[in-house]
């Protein structure tokens, strides 16, 4: 896997219906350690030259295939 990082340039977007999730992942000093760890891959993705855009999607409405997944989760 890291061969396959540091051989390119590698893009990932992340979607995100919790706020308080995007919130929690900018801030520098976190005590959860969920948030500690993806921190840290997130250092180590962008250290092999990966970048990361998380974006804070509204709601699941409207998007293709979202109404399904959800009443798979239930």
Same mark, same amino acid.
């Given at each position: 896997? %890291?061969? *396959? *990082? &540091?051989? %390119?340039?590698? @893009?990932?977007?992340? !979607?995100?219906?919790? *706020?308080?999730?995007?919130?929690?992942?900018?801030?520098?000093? @976190? %005590?959860?350690?969920?948030?500690?760890?993806?921190?840290? @891959?997130?250092? =180590?993705?962008?250290?092999?030259?990966?970048?990361?855009?998380?974006?804070?999607?509204?709601?699941?409405?409207?998007?293709?295939? !979202? &109404? &399904?997944?959800?009443?798979?989760? =239930?």
């Amino acid at each position: 896997t %890291r061969q *396959l *990082l &540091e051989s %390119r340039d590698i @893009n990932f977007i992340i !979607n995100s219906v919790s *706020l308080s999730l995007i919130t929690s992942l900018q801030q520098i000093y @976190n %005590r959860t350690l969920l948030i500690q760890a993806i921190q840290e @891959n997130f250092h =180590k993705l962008i250290s092999y030259g990966c970048s990361i855009t998380i974006i804070w999607v509204l709601s699941h409405v409207g998007i293709l295939g !979202n &109404e &399904e997944a959800d009443a798979v989760a =239930k």
